[in-house]
């Protein structure tokens, strides 16, 4: 009997580790382990559809919810919102502190786990209800921003209307905070961001704009910073952003770069004392920064410098001073980009991708794939995975040419960007949680 046991203990323990490292690790938040979109993958299907043996799994989450889903060991969790594009007495936008009468029954704002193996569902947690929703643009959700997870732990934010922190295992809510408050006028859309013990929260709405910093374990607040810089405009509409910030390295110093209308700004993450700040112009910045080459790359929305690359070693205002290079063609809009070496790839909102030179800006190639685009690529071995909103998926072959390496498609449509498990895809389309791997 003890060898028995033993065996089981070595077996389980050996595909689990295989089953975990055969591709990426635990893919924790957007865009992925190092926030770029990038996967160590090797074996990632390139050829798939509706019906094919490389389907694995299919599971309907029904609501609606842009959130893209995360991973952990056997987990995979998405947020989920009410199934409408706004409820009939939700908000108006133009409307900063009068609601509406409340709406009964209320909105529901939930989180759905899904066994990595079956797709079953392990949990389906009510997170909040809200009573009094503000308004909410028919293109997004109540419920676009992506969570973190770690083990054994995992956050949750829906802007103001709450965030979250939920035992992985129970799934019991360890704490929450429902006291942080902006009009988002459109509804909120950025993303959580840990490191060390804090949790990195964005609020740039209407009314006030400013990023925060909570206790991961507690929810306590440890610092709040107004953006407090000059928006040339007394139009809450031109300071709002959806963007999700990072946190990168330079030295032994240590940057959360956060982007947001008009400028972005480094700060301190253990203070949030602003660091450096370069102005861009723009208005609903979406896309997560990227890093590397030496230079952090902005993408800033809108504008004839919605794209620059800045080198992250300045003090104060750096706009004039470490500006290398500024793009203001086929930039997206909501879609963040790829890094990969010195070559920065995209596809923009309305199907046309391009790689540019990362060093310079140069336009090195461009294509029109064609449909819309709202979610952000994925890279895995020379490889790039584009999701559209009419179900298409390309493929194009990361390089100094153009290659369309494949065109699948499935039902539905999608605004969340791609997961990876192993040598699994994980994809959320409007209605379903696809698990999509090469059957040997």
């Known amino acids: 009997m003890r060898v028995l046991v033993t065996l089981l203990i070595v077996f389980s323990t050996t595909f689990s580790a295989a089953f975990s490292h055969a591709g990426e690790e635990n893919w924790n938040q957007f865009r992925g382990p190092r926030g770029d979109g990038t996967s160590r993958a090797k074996g990632l299907p390139l050829a798939f559809g509706e019906g094919s043996k490389e389907i694995v799994w299919k599971t309907e989450v029904a609501g609606r919810a842009w959130s893209s889903p995360v991973v952990w060991g056997r987990q995979v969790w998405v947020t989920n919102g009410p199934d409408v594009q706004n409820p009939p007495s939700a908000t108006d936008r133009n409307s900063l502190v009068k609601f509406d009468q409340p709406l009964d029954p209320p909105i529901r704002l939930s989180a759905v786990c899904l066994d990595l193996e079956t797709g079953k569902v392990l949990h389906d947690i009510l997170l909040f209800e809200i009573d009094q929703p503000q308004y909410t643009h028919p293109t997004n959700s109540y419920a676009s921003c992506t969570p973190w997870i770690e083990e054994g732990r995992i956050w949750f934010h829906f802007g103001s209307y709450g965030t979250a922190c939920v035992d992985t295992k129970t799934g019991k809510k360890i704490w929450e905070r429902r006291d942080i408050r902006c009009h988002h006028w459109r509804g909120p859309g950025s993303s959580p961001v840990m490191h060390g013990e ?157 790689c540019l030179n990362a060093l310079t800006g140069e336009i090195i190639w461009k294509a029109r794939v064609g449909g819309r685009y709202w979610s952000s690529p994925l890279y895995a071995n020379g490889y790039i995975y584009f999701l559209s909103q009419d179900g298409e998926i390309p493929i194009i072959r990361a390089g100094d040419q153009y290659e369309l390496v494949a065109r699948n498609e499935l039902d539905g449509f999608f605004n969340a960007s791609p997961a990876v498990a192993g040598n699994s895809l994980i994809l959320r389309s409007a209605t379903h949680v696809y698990r999509i791997e090469n059957q040997h």
Request: net charge positive; glycine share 12%.
């Open 198 to 354: 804090n949790l990195f929260l964005t609020f740039d709405g209407y009314d006030q704009q400013f990023v925060m910093a909570l206790d991961k374990n507690t929810g306590k607040t440890v610092w709040r910073r107004d953006r407090g810089i000059d928006y040339g405009s007394d139009n809450g509409d031109r300071k709002k952003a959806y963007s999700t910030p990072r946190v990168i390295t330079v030295g032994k110093r240590e940057l959360l770069i956060s982007p947001f209308a008009m400028a972005t700004i480094a700060y301190a993450p253990e203070t949030g004392e602003p660091v450096w700040t370069v102005y861009h112009g723009g208005m609903n910045a979406a896309a997560k920064p990227l890093y590397g080459n030496g230079l952090v790359y902005i993408s800033a929305g809108s504008g004839p410098n919605a794209l620059i690359a800045v080198k992250p070693d300045g003090q104060g205002d750096v706009t004039d001073r470490k500006v290398v290079w500024r793009q203001g063609k086929l930039i997206p809009k909501r879609p963040s980009q790829i890094l990969v070496g010195n070559r920065y790839y995209m596809m923009n909102d309305d199907g046309i991708a391009a």
